[in-house]
């Protein structure tokens, strides 16, 4: 297929329109339906029942919640395969999950991996480790305890996911809802974080190589750009309880889709955060639309929550974030998102 060479429309914010002879890659081309993932998660959890809680699942142990999430890194571990550098992959694992806990109003405490590997290898897991233990700082949690699982008939290469355990009291945790006339206060991603990469990956590679020398400022090869590691906001947590803070969203798998998770309102973003020059070289490379992009990346934010207009100024001030946008009134009966200019 033939690469996008800067002929499709510049939006003026770092974003670029599809690829002028219609080669335009999706999400689907490069092998994640996202509209299948949700019809089958949705099977999965209508056999297993559903429990209390959205980003975190929440069990009631009296005088307050026990709170569970787990994910993992997807295929950014395929980036790290190819530089052979390992390193900043168990930050992701770390916070993928903790972010998601913090999204409930949930403070994380504890953290337990799964390693599955091919064959083992001392300086992989080494590397892995060595990620694990800087995410557990940063997000202020413990590591407690881990599996390593060597299946050469399942796994080709590694795969690494965990689970985070976390305690709120009852009145802590986020309401969930977002209420009409809210503000939405928003704080930066460091990257592309840890979703979105099979998209990014499929148009990265079509004419360049990991180990290309990277064309914009930060990184020595693009490889390097992809594994950016995750921005963890667990320093959010104390703050957004603070402000009262209603609900909040940790911008991963769907985009800026994932606002409508607050409630089925319309999100209006008016001032949203710039997209890093990443964004705009797996738009150009892949001929990716600029809906597609915001269906799948979080273009420069990570987080947002959701709050009364009197106190967002005062949390964005104390916490680096600024305020983003506002949320209207139902914008159907799943709720959406406007964002530079598009209709999500």
């Known amino acids: 297929m033939d690469d ?15 690829d002028a002879d219609g080669d335009e890659l999706t999400y689907a081309d490069a092998g994640v339906d996202i509209e299948e993932s949700e019809a089958a998660t949705a099977a999965l959890i209508g056999m297993v029942g559903e429990g209390e809680g959205d980003y975190a699942g929440l069990l009631d142990i ?43 109003g949930v403070r994380p405490v504890a953290f337990v991996d799964y390693l599955a590997v091919d064959e083992p290898d001392e300086t992989f897991a080494e590397q892995v480790g060595e990620g694990l233990a800087a995410g557990a700082e940063r997000a202020d949690i413990e590591l407690v305890g881990g599996e390593t699982a060597v299946m050469p008939e399942v796994v080709r290469g590694l795969d690494l996911a965990g689970t985070c355990a976390g305690l709120a009291a009852k009145d802590g945790v986020f309401d969930g809802e977002a209420e009409p006339g809210d503000a939405l206060v928003g704080w930066a991603s460091s990257g592309i974080h840890s979703n979105g990469l099979t998209l990014a990956r499929e148009a990265v590679t079509r004419e360049h190589a990991y180990d290309d020398p990277c064309p914009f400022e930060g990184y020595e090869v693009l490889g390097e750009a992809l594994l950016e590691p995750t921005r963890i906001y667990t320093d959010l947590l104390d703050p957004m309880r603070d402000h009262g803070v209603r609900a909040a969203a940790h911008v991963t798998g769907g985009g800026w889709t994932n606002l409508t998770r607050l409630g089925a309102h319309r999100y209006v973003i008016e001032d949203p955060f710039d997209a890093q020059p990443v964004f705009e070289f797996v738009q150009s490379a892949g001929g990716v639309s600029d809906e597609e992009m915001h269906r799948t990346f979080n273009m420069g934010t990570g987080f947002v929550a959701a709050l009364d207009p009197e106190t967002a100024e005062s949390l964005a001030a104390a916490t680096g974030g600024r305020v983003i946008g506002r949320v209207a009134e139902a914008g159907g009966a799943d709720g959406s998102v406007s964002i530079r200019g598009l209709e999500l």
Not at 67 to 75: H, Q, Y
Not at 77 to 100: H, P, R
């Open 62 to 104: 009296g005088d307050r919640y026990l709170a569970l999430a787990t994910d993992g890194v997807g295929t950014k571990l395929l980036v790290a395969e190819a530089l052979s550098d390992y390193s900043t992959v168990g930050i992701d694992c770390i916070a993928m999950n903790v972010n998601d806990l913090v999204a409930a």
């Open 4 to 18: 996008d060479d800067g002929d499709g429309v510049d939006g003026g914010d770092g974003t670029r329109g599809g």
